[in-house]
Nanobody, 124 residues
Framework: QVHLVESGGGLVQTGGSLRLSCAAT????????MGWFRQAPGKEREFVAS????????QYSDSVKGRFTISRDNWRFTMYLQMDSLEPEDTAVYYC?????????????????WGQGTQVTVSS
């Protein structure tokens, strides 16, 4: 069982930056594939980025590649999402998620555990 809590959301102007954190409790954090997803009003929840367990391989959606950076600190049981050059289109609730096993990291249904979400709003 893994419990996830996001933090770091807020209001920022276009071109600004935010850093999201996802704190995990439970065992075997370094074995989970961790991901960030986001959901804007009236839209489906979509993949943003993921990072594998011990090996740390990363994956990004095309819409955030080059602007967002995902990382994890297995000693602190925490995952991060550094978001730079933010755009109004990035406005959404951001969720962190954990997946067991070796799975396609960009597929929402592969994730077993979810946080409650944190709001990110980018003003134009």
């Amino acid at each position: 069982q893994v419990h996830l809590v996001e933090s770091g959301g807020g209001l920022v102007q276009t071109g600004g930056s935010l850093r999201l954190s996802c704190a995990a409790t439970g065992r075997y954090f370094n074995s989970y594939t961790m991901g960030w997803f986001r959901q804007a009003p009236g839209k489906e929840r979509e993949f943003v980025a993921s990072v594998r367990g011990s090996g740390g391989g990363t994956q990004y959606s095309d819409s955030v590649k080059g602007r967002f950076t995902i990382s994890r600190d297995n000693w602190r049981f925490t995952m991060y999402l550094q978001m730079d050059s933010l755009e109004p289109e990035d406005t959404a609730v951001y969720y962190c998620a954990a997946a067991t096993g070796t799975v396609a990291a960009d597929v929402r249904n592969n994730y077993n555990y979810w946080g409650q979400g944190t709001q990110v709003t980018v003003s134009s």
